[in-house]
């Protein structure tokens, strides 16, 4: 069956029919539109694949930021379903239930990404220091 080829900027496919936005068809009519940075799908129309939004670093480079302390979401696209924390899923200081994105918070830990000291007490140190992890 004939094809079209050489599509315009900004589209491809058999019939130029499928647009590239946010990204450039490579190699020239393959139909496979290589991505910017922080976008990703078919098309390149996913921004950090809706869950999170596009920074520049400080190198100019777009990257995504998938929100702190960690939305549950990871990766470079903020595509792989984790827990959320800061650095790492539950801090590096809990379980993670992906399915759920929870946390089971060690003991000296609480929030949703187990994230904050929780020192002994009520309140912490029975309110007469300042609870902290820094030694």
């Known amino acids: 069956l004939p094809r079209c080829f050489n599509c315009s900027d900004g589209w491809m496919g058999d019939a130029c029919e499928v647009p590239c936005l946010n990204g450039v068809q490579d190699p020239p009519n393959s139909g496979i539109c290589k991505c910017d940075g922080c976008f990703g799908g078919i098309s390149c129309n996913v921004e950090c694949s809706d869950h999170g939004?596009?920074?520049?670093?400080?190198?100019?480079?777009?990257?995504?930021?998938?929100g702190q302390p960690g939305l549950g979401w990871w990766g470079p696209l903020c595509d792989v379903r984790a827990c959320p924390g800061i650095g790492s899923?539950?801090?590096?200081?809990?379980?993670?239930?992906?399915?759920?994105?929870?946390?089971?918070?060690?003991?000296?830990?609480?929030?949703?990404?187990?994230?904050?000291?929780?020192?002994?007490?009520?309140?912490?140190?029975?309110?007469?220091?300042t609870c902290t992890d820094f030694y």
């Open 53 to 66: 939004t596009c920074t520049t670093d400080e190198f100019g480079i777009d990257v995504c930021d998938c």
């Open 89 to 129: 899923p539950c801090s590096g200081h809990g379980t993670c239930n992906v399915a759920s994105q929870e946390c089971t918070c060690e003991s000296g830990w609480k929030g949703d990404g187990c994230h904050i000291p929780d020192c002994e007490g009520e309140p912490d140190c029975y309110g007469r220091g």
